[in-house]
């Protein structure tokens, strides 16, 4: 079954930039979108497309997708973007989320 | 606004059966294709099903094929999970997703999340 590969964690400082990866086969061929998760809620979507953002999405978070990498990138992170963070697209008649990267801002 | 009300969820033994609800608001329930995606305790998102507006497009995970059936009522505004010979490792958060598209296929994405209700799998 296909797979999308994430790092389990990343840490960034405040004001920093945070890159999240997610890897898998020909990804660039689909669309990935990606949610954001925190602790005790119900996951938010922040990117589709590849790179469009929901409305109420800040412009700090911007998304790419080509090759084999999806990349979720939070610019001048703020400590309010701590979270866990899932990508996720579509293979064969069913969706796949990425195995998920706790973001800290440290 | 969109709500999503998810319902059903409790303690269950191996093998057994339980149906899980989601009560839709704020949006034409029926223009859109819905999901459930699950979440086992401490650990990552898994898409479990996905049915389309006129319920002629249905998707499963391979884990749950043959034992889940989803299914919808538009005119009740609900989606359903009939989930059969439950195992432990289908203990979960279960969420109902919105779709932004009519069918379930490749370039889409969920823009709404309930709130997620619980399974648990144990004797």
């Known amino acids: 079954s296909y797979e999308l590969t994430q790092p389990l964690s990343v840490t960034v400082s405040p004001g920093q930039t945070a890159t999240i990866t997610c890897s898998g086969d020909?990804?660039?061929?689909?669309?990935a979108s990606w949610y954001q998760q925190k602790p005790g809620q119900s996951p938010v979507l922040v990117i589709y497309q590849d790179s469009q953002r929901p409305s109420g999405i800040p412009e700090r978070f911007s998304g790419s997708n080509s090759g084999n990498t999806a990349t979720l990138t939070i610019s001048g992170t703020q400590a309010m973007d701590e979270a866990d963070y899932y990508c996720q697209t579509w293979d064969s008649r069913a969706y796949v989320f990425g195995t998920g990267t706790k973001l800290t801002v440290l | 606004e969109v709500q999503l009300v998810d319902s059903g969820g409790g303690l269950v033994q191996p093998g057994r059966s339980l149906r899980l609800s989601c009560a839709a608001s704020?949006?034409?329930?029926?223009?859109?294709?819905m999901h459930w995606v699950r979440q086992a305790p401490g650990k990552g998102l898994e898409w479990v099903s996905g049915?389309?507006?006129?319920?002629?497009?249905?998707a499963y995970a391979d884990s749950v094929k043959g034992r889940f059936t989803i299914s919808r009522d538009n005119a009740k505004k609900s989606l359903f999970l009939q989930m059969n010979s439950l195992r432990p490792e289908d203990t979960a958060l279960y969420y109902c997703?919105?779709?932004?598209?009519?069918?379930?296929?490749?370039?889409?994405?969920?823009?709404?999340w309930g709130q997620g209700t619980l399974v648990t799998v144990s004797s």
């Open positions: 049915i389309s507006w006129k319920s002629d497009n249905i």
């Open positions: 704020g949006f034409t329930f029926a223009d859109y294709a």
């Open positions: 997703a919105k779709d932004i598209r009519p069918s379930v296929g490749s370039d889409n994405w969920f823009d709404s």
């Open positions: 020909k990804l660039g061929d689909n669309y």
